[in-house]
């Protein structure tokens, strides 16, 4: 088998034109699924940010919230509801909301803003210049140095202008793990002064962060939130839901499924054609194997590696070229939202595998019925 094997592989090999073809084919196919999907992947990580970057064990929201950038506000009592349930550490409120800048050569930028704790902070983001503890001065605000930064005119610290028409100042420039999705600044300052300064509703609490004293609580303190007609969820099980939020319920998720799908169609039919030519140009070369003894299974074995040495280069080729448009894409543009997960390279794998089984039936059924005497006879 192994002589058969290195058979095959030469004639594959000889036919450069249609070898090459083959892999191109399939790289193609494979570089625009995995473009789609690692666009959308990337998409749902940044808006989950805020999710991501605060790092709170549980988020306590009503029932109605799909995303973390659609908060609805909580009335005060809950806080306290939840602080008093057996099982929780400590429970803090988060407030999270749209603010107008107007920067100093009179133009205005869109910002979201975040309300941390007074008393803890917590879920402040990382400081890289300046001093946290400056938050709690006047109309003191900490600017996120990110992908978004420049929209504001890179403040540096001291920088003012106002936000909701009050003053504002910015005290330190952090870091965040994770940009925003729509493309808006981001300011942190204390809880008391986002709901005293921002335009609100009666109710002012966005979401409650919650950390419990064990693992083992948490599913009580969902039982309880819930008495409360709320909805308290782990951060995974909030990403979870934002994510299921832009796959089902909204256009996007469609769009990209669309577009993958027709990316494997592509492959398939360029895989398929070209490799049932292939099988025609050998025909007479596997009609002679035949004719000495070769049996069907060895045969179709023969095609099913020669498929399979096809898609793993067309995979390995296509995932390269993918990885580095990312990347470069990474590099020029400051927001880019593309990023390649284990689920998007095991869902190309999958189709590829799939083009390649397609392509082994297709010479299949034309060589297991080759009749030896007439490839000789002709």
């Known amino acids: 088998m192994n002589g058969l094997l290195r058979i095959a592989l030469k004639l594959l090999l000889n036919d450069k034109g249609k070898f090459a073809t083959l892999v191109i ?31 709170a064990r549980m988020w306590v929201m009503d029932p109605a919230v799909q995303t973390p950038q659609n908060s609805i506000p909580m009335p005060n009592y809950v806080l306290d509801a939840v602080r008093s349930i057996p099982g929780v550490k400590f429970a803090v409120p988060f407030y999270v909301g749209a603010g107008l800048v107007k920067l100093n050569d009179g133009t205005y930028q869109s910002a979201t803003i975040i309300g941390l704790d007074d008393a803890s902070l917590f879920g402040r983001p990382t400081i890289i210049s300046g001093n946290i503890l400056d938050i ?16 504001l005119g890179s403040p ?67 039982q309880q939130v819930k008495q409360l007609g709320y909805l308290a969820l782990t951060d995974q099980q909030f990403i979870t839901r934002n994510d299921r939020f832009y796959e089902f319920q909204t256009g996007m998720g469609t769009n990209i499924l669309i577009m993958t799908l027709i990316s494997f169609l592509v492959g398939l039919s360029i895989a398929g054609e070209t490799f049932y030519m292939f099988v025609l140009d050998n025909l007479e070369h596997f009609g002679a194997l035949k004719a000495i003894g070769a049996k069907s299974g060895e045969l179709i ?21 993918s990885s580095t448009m990312i990347a470069i894409g990474k590099m020029k543009i400051a927001n880019y939202a593309a990023m390649v997960t284990y689920e998007n390279l095991f869902l190309a794998l999958i189709m590829v595998l799939i083009i390649s089984a397609f392509s082994s039936y297709i010479g299949i059924r034309k060589v297991i019925r080759i009749d030896p005497f007439d490839v000789f006879r002709g």
Do not use: C, W
């Open 25 to 55: 084919g399939i790289t193609f196919s494979v570089f625009l699924m995995m473009q789609m999907t690692s666009m959308f992947s990337g998409i749902l990580y940044q808006s989950a940010s805020n999710i991501v970057n605060v790092g």
């Open 136 to 151: 709690y001065k006047n109309n003191a605000f900490i600017m996120v140095k990110d992908a978004n930064y420049a929209k």
């Open 156 to 222: 540096k610290i001291g920088t003012s202008f106002e936000i909701n028409d009050h003053r504002a100042v910015v005290v330190a420039l952090a870091h965040t793990p994770v940009s925003g999705l729509f493309g808006l600044p981001t300011l942190y300052t204390t809880y008391n002064r986002a709901t005293q300064d921002l335009p609100s509703t009666r109710y002012l609490i966005s979401y409650l962060l919650v950390q419990p004293k064990s693992t083992r609580d948490i599913a009580a303190i969902e």
């Open 301 to 321: 074995q023969m095609i099913v590696f020669q498929s399979l040495v096809v898609g793993f280069l067309g995979f390995g080729f296509g995932v390269l070229l």
